[in-house]
């Protein structure tokens, strides 16, 4: 099967990056860090009101675990779309899932 190497970015990441890009990288790590405790502090106080008003006791424990899986699930979301650079995007510009890569002569 023939390899398509992929389609150009239109505008290739900048090499030197000034002040501003790493303010708004700092940005995203502190997103990071702050998300998961975040979110399951919410999901804690979503189910303490629901078991406040549905007179139960046990949702308050599943509001903590909800929070806590949709914030795990936003933070690596968040990871793998900061790290674009990374992983199997680099393996594909060389033309195999191996990320050994290959030349014309071994063609």
Do not use: C
């Not at 990441?13 to 790493?22: A, E, Q, W, Y």
């Not at 900061?82 to 033309?95: F, I, P, S």
């Not at 191996?98 to 002569?105: I, R, V």
Request: neutral net charge; hydrophobic residues 40%.
């Amino acid at each position: 099967m023939p390899f398509n190497p992929p389609i150009p970015d239109p505008k290739p990441p900048r090499k030197f990056s000034g002040g501003l890009d790493t303010l708004v990288q700092a940005e995203k790590l502190m997103q990071i860090a702050i998300m998961l405790p975040s979110s399951a502090f919410i999901g804690w106080l979503a189910g303490a009101w629901l078991d406040k008003h549905l007179h139960q006791t046990w949702i308050g424990l599943a509001g903590i675990v909800f929070g806590g899986v949709s914030g795990l699930v936003y933070v690596i979301r968040l990871v793998v779309a900061a790290g674009g650079g990374t992983g199997l995007h680099d393996q594909t510009k060389t033309g195999d899932k191996d990320g050994k890569g290959s030349s014309d002569s071994e063609l």
